[in-house]
């Protein structure tokens, strides 16, 4: 089966082929390994997070694929089983720190719903001084979920997204969410 979902900063569409991991006996059980953590902290980034596998999958637009506000974005993704775990952050051209947060973060959300996606629900957050908000939507056409959270620190954007085609582990989506720390 394959799943895409859309991640904001106007990249592409991003498709996931996920298969089965056959039973160390090779020929009959599918079996489901619980995700070995390991905290994860890009050289620029200035965040870590928990993520839950070895593999790591670092990707950049290019140039003409983001935004024409953003200067410059990273994404990092990790999947295990079916779901995708996916750290992202922007940074800005122009100075936003005079920009009311709330705006940056309704435009974030409303970059997320583009192509029929439907917010389900929508709250509030901080990090610390920061603003973010914390969002889950339906992608009908890809059948899946997406739980995630969007911050804006200064000059910099950042975006925590798990996507499944089925509901994943709270506990997976809560640990790697609640994980997420910037770092000076």
């Excluded at 029929?116 to 957050?125: A, D, E, R």
């Amino acid at each position: 089966m394959q799943y895409s979902f859309f991640v904001p900063y106007s990249f592409p569409n991003i498709a996931f082929r996920f298969e089965s991991v056959p039973h160390s006996c090779g020929k009959c059980c599918i079996i489901a390994a619980a995700p070995e953590w390991q905290e994860f902290s890009p050289d620029k980034g200035k965040f870590s997070i928990l993520m839950p596998n070895e593999e790591i999958v670092d990707m950049a637009p290019e140039p003409g694929e983001m935004h024409e506000g953003v200067k410059s974005t990273k994404m990092y993704l990790s999947v295990h089983e079916k779901n995708v775990f996916m750290v992202s952050y922007a940074d800005f051209k122009s100075d936003v720190t005079q920009l009311p947060s709330s705006e940056l973060l309704d435009s974030a959300v409303e970059g997320m719903l583009e192509d029929g996606k439907k917010l389900v629900s929508q709250k509030n957050i901080t990090l610390g001084a920061y603003s973010g908000r914390e969002v889950q939507f339906w992608d009908e056409t890809a059948g899946i979920t997406l739980t995630g959270r969007v911050f804006i620190v200064k000059q910099r954007m950042y975006m925590l997204l798990v996507g499944s085609d089925r509901n994943p582990q709270i506990s997976n989506v809560s640990k790697f969410l609640n994980s997420f720390q910037l770092i000076d």
